[in-house]
């Protein structure tokens, strides 16, 4: 595994980096906007511009575009989220996924539209809520059963099994939920409107500057409390503002896209794969790589098996899942190398 | 500069310090001696200003600990933890992390960063592993990188747990000549020593612990001569003149 080991060290220029991570993320809008059930040509984009009214620019303005913001979006803001708590927690294994973020979004958001039907505004700020509690929840546990990297996640398993539980006791009593579809659990970015991703975009632009504004801080925070706080960073303060900053973003992109499962854990260690673990560069890459990775799995879930289109969620899982385990391996023989 | 007056620190119930009190003085290594669990790494996070007494005061110059703002604290104190993380970026990188405390926003490293950063691993002689991974470097080598971090972060104190565990004698000893160039530059360097050999060749002053009280403080010659050693350690040393008139101890 001798290529793995120099990948890690020869590795492309920062600038280098994020300009081939950017150039991806274009050519996965361009294509979520093109290819679909009518496929079309760029030079349609020119002409929907020219003609508002045209067929094509309805499908482009009420389908293709919603679509493709909400891809970029809740990709974008799972792997900042991923990259925040990963290095808050310290814990590589964590992510919004396993600590019980996501789920606790989902659950408060299936509720929320339970009680309140009508209230697609505060979707995002149940989700954030829900996100926020889930992850406060976990790491006080972890915290009273010793903190270690091992109980954060089993904490995690165990929240997330229960808030799970608690999103299937919401739609089995309110079965006409809107957002309480199999579509939701599996998660999926199909048939989003501009009027959910409005309110959600506002919680993910405010998240993603503040996270942009705090990388540094998040470096110290990831060497260690004590080595942080003999730094001078007001440690308590500052992990309190970036968990909440991960919450507000894994919360508003569940709230519509569902529970995307793995892009908040697997994009940040492909993302170190590419650019290292230095926050600065990494945060923004993780963007770039979120949004683009989503919108580019959301645009084979509608060619492979066309005409039905898979919810995006499953085949996330399908990639994801092969991806983790390689990781997992990969640390494992990086450990015995010493 | 650093005073612990009385101080009572504990995580739990259980205090893990009692009513200690304690001087740190500039141009002065203080070794930090006891067994395993006496609160060495307790007292010196305290002193540290990282954990907070239950009672008791730490004094940093005359003034209270607390009421230091923790960016002031961190460039007049400097600490090297037990545990350390390995981050996935550079030896350099990891270096300019020790500037945080002299950074404005919007955390720019100036020249001047670059300069303490590149100064500082020349001092631990890695100057060679500035490009290098942390996740590709040995242990001994993280160390020195670890202790330049904590080197380019420029304070008159330098408290430093267990430096030298788990590194062969070459690097043992380089970090001991280490902290002897800090003292002369006139710092106060304290040291959580495991190794009496090395705590009494190189420290002005041993406090020696046990069930988190302090023992006794002295020179080697005065904790030789005391008696603590055997009270607590059951071992007792002996003073051996070396060629150069400067004295080793052997202990039995």
Redesign the interface.
Known sequence: MKCL?TS??ARLSPRAALTVLFLMLLLSLALSLLLGAVSLAPADLLSALANPSSPTARILMHVRLPRTLASLLAGAALGAAGVIIQSVL?NPLAGPNIIGVNAGAGFFVVLASALWPASLRALPMAAFLGALAAMLLVYSIAKLTGASKLTLVLAGVAINSLLNAGTDAVVTLFPDVLVGSSAFRIGGVAGVSMAQLRPAAVYIGLGLVAAL?LR?EM??L???E??A??????VGLMRFFLLLTAAALAGAAVSFAGLVGFVGLIVPHAA?LFV???SRVLLPASMLLGGASLTLCDVLTRMLFAPYELPVGILLSAIGCPFFLFMLIRRKR?VAQG | MIELQGVTVGYGREPVLRDLSLTLRRGEIAALIGPNGCGKSTLIKTAAGLLRPLSGEVLLDGKPLRAHAPLELARRIAYLPQSRQIPAITAERMVLHGRFPYLGYPRRYRAEDYEAARRALEAVGAAQLRSREMGALSGGERQKVYIAMALAQETPAVLMDEPTTYLDIGHQLEVMRLATMLRQEGKAVVLVLHDLNLAFRFAGVLHLMQRGELVFSGTPEQLSQSGALEAVFHVRAHRVELPDHSAQYVFE
């Open positions: 080991r890690s060290t310290g504004a540094h470096d110290v990831a060497l260690g004590d080595t706080k003999s730094l001078g960073l007001r170190r290292g673990g230095d990086e």
